[in-house]
């Protein structure tokens, strides 16, 4: 059933127009606890989202419409591990991935904890292995380098996370994350790493992804051509669900970290899909960014609906996106750490929630998951903030940073965190017509250009922003985030009565490209398409000289 018939969603449409007519800037005025009123803290994590547009009969009518969707009984549908993905008939089961407290989680009756570890305990041998020099290539040299072969959940996640926890991988061997199935993401990684010092991981949940699987061809031959087929087995190794495909390419099962088709794709970096992970940070880095994970689950699974973080981001989230209208949600982290992460979210947001109807098939009637996209402050300042501030478009936007540097140089920080708080301050307040005309004149312009230039100068204010702020990025800190932000975007789906957990949106593009890919090479120019695609296809076969 479509939210929309729902007397909270009525409720909340009546009340968006008296507080859209109220500026932020005057909410705080009137209401000097408001800062204390919408933020949560978590130990050192701050969330504050008193700069977003509402009230506090906002957030009371969300609660309702939380309720009334039911979002809670989702979430522990979710966590008992029922089959709440049911376009493709699975458990959704991420959170027992981190799961730390004893006691069985049951898929169809049977207990998959014991499962879990010992894949957990797999993977933290091998990475130990590698970084103690203990595994070699097939030379006997240390390995230096790891090539992940993956795309999407086995690659996004585990590429973020290893960019971000940078300062924790220092002696570890470097990472290398190729995707894209454009040879030129594998031919400049080669260029990088020597075949004798080398591990790749195959990384692909069905081990059939004709990117992922190109990729690792292509790898496997660059490597026999200098080591030998006999080396492929200290020098390839895979983390995926189809045990029969990976034997079939040639790595033995014991080279195999397995994981269940109760993880999807884009929430896999908790599974042997973070084997990149705990090869550069170790396995206890690792095993505390599962931990911190951890925390956020048990928070989300026991906190009052008011103080439960994941809820209020994410009906924050419905409140933006269909009640104020924003379109889009920038992710903008005050941390380059961070920089990957926009990315990591796009798909996480958007190929979860991105859904036109609901479970029942009929149709959502609103529009379901935002456009995400971002990247780090400062660099955003000096590109596209002047979008956030004075287009008539609403974009909200989340801003994250650490009040401790991670790196080496910490006389940056200060400037790097004023600019942050001065933003979402900026958003916020904006500037009046008023305020401009009296700057202008305060400045000594005369009447004429005063009256010229303070339309330019005005800023609408009122831009809705969360800030996330916490002491440091370390593996824990950053698992809690990560946790946060999959649990919003449950909520969200959760609230539209979507599934967030399939993705047949991807596959209409796959089976068309399979069938254009011989056309690209045949004797006869293509014909069976529409006139824009068949003109497409033959002139590039004319421009490669078929
Ligand atoms: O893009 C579609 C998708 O199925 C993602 O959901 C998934 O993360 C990605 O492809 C890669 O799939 P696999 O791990 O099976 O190679």
């Known amino acids: ?263 999807g794709g884009r929430y896999s970096l908790w599974s042997s899909i973070g084997l990149p992970i705990a090869l550069a940070i170790g396995a206890a880095g690792f095993d505390a960014l599962l931990a911190g994970a951890d925390d956020m689950d048990r928070h989300f699974e026991t906190a009052p609906m008011a103080g439960n973080l994941p809820m209020v981001l994410g009906l924050l989230g419905i409140w933006n996106t269909n009640f104020l209208g924003a379109e889009t949600h920038a992710v903008l982290p005050y941390d380059q750490y961070l920089r990957r992460l926009p990315a990591y979210l796009q798909q996480l947001d958007m190929e979860s929630n991105g859904k036109g109807v609901t479970r029942e098939g009929t149709p959502v009637n609103v529009a379901t998951g935002p456009i995400v996209w971002g990247e780090p402050g400062t660099n955003g300042q000096h590109a596209f903030y002047q979008l956030l501030h004075q287009s008539p478009r609403l974009v909200s936007a989340d801003f994250l940073a650490a009040a401790e540097p991670a790196h080496g140089l910490p006389a940056h920080h200060p400037l790097l965190l004023s600019n942050f708080f001065a933003q979402t301050e900026a958003l916020m307040r904006g500037k009046t017509l008023e305020e401009a005309r009296a700057e202008l004149a305060a400045a000594g312009l005369d009447a004429d250009a005063v009256a010229r230039l303070a339309p330019h ?62 056309e690209l090479d045949a004797p006869a120019e293509a014909t069976g398409h529409d006139g824009s695609t068949n003109g497409l296809i033959n002139h590039a076969r004319r421009l490669r000289g078929q």
Request: no cysteine; proline share 4%; charged share 20%.
């Open 457 to 518: 100068k005005v800023f609408p204010g009122s831009r809705p922003t969360t800030s996330l702020l916490y002491r440091r990025l370390d593996p824990r800190t950053l698992g809690r985030l990560l946790a946060l932000y999959e649990h919003k975007v449950f909520v969200m789906g959760a609230v539209w009565g979507i599934n967030s957990f399939d993705q047949w949106g991807v596959e209409l593009g796959k089976v068309l490209a399979s069938r254009i890919l011989p």
């Open 1 to 263: 059933m479509s939210p929309t018939s729902l007397d909270a969603w009525k409720h909340l449409e009546q009340h968006r127009d008296a507080v859209s007519a109220m500026p932020v800037r005057q909410l705080f005025a009137d209401d000097p606890g408001r800062f204390e009123r919408f933020s949560i803290q978590l130990d050192d994590l701050l969330v504050d989202y008193s700069k977003q547009h509402i009230t506090a009969e906002t957030m009371a009518r969300l609660a309702d419409l939380a309720r009334a969707t039911g979002v809670d009984a989702a979430r522990d549908r979710m966590f008992a591990g029922a089959r709440i993905n049911t376009t493709e008939d699975r458990a959704v089961l991420h959170v027992a991935l981190r799961r730390a407290s004893p006691g069985a989680v049951l898929v169809d009756g049977r207990d998959v904890m014991p499962g879990v570890r010992a894949a957990r305990a797999h993977l933290s041998q091998f990475a130990g292995d590698v970084r103690a020099g203990r595994w070699t290539g097939a030379t006997g040299q240390r390995i230096t380098d790891v090539v992940n072969l993956g795309i999407g959940g086995s690659d996004l996640g585990p590429a973020m996370v290893v960019d971000a926890l940078t300062p924790y991988g220092r002696e570890g061997p470097r990472l290398h994350f190729v995707s894209n199935v454009d040879g030129a993401h594998l031919d400049e990684t080669l260029r990088l790493v020597r075949p004798a010092t080398t591990l790749f991981i195959v990384a692909s949940k069905t081990f059939t992804t004709q990117e992922t699987m190109a990729n690792a061809r292509s790898a496997r031959a660059w490597l026999v051509a200098a080591l030998g087929e006999a080396a492929v087995g200290r020098h390839f190794v895979a983390v995926s669900t189809n045990a029969a495909a990976v034997e079939a390419f040639g790595i033995a099962a014991a080279n195999m970290f397995g994981f269940w088709d109760w993880v």
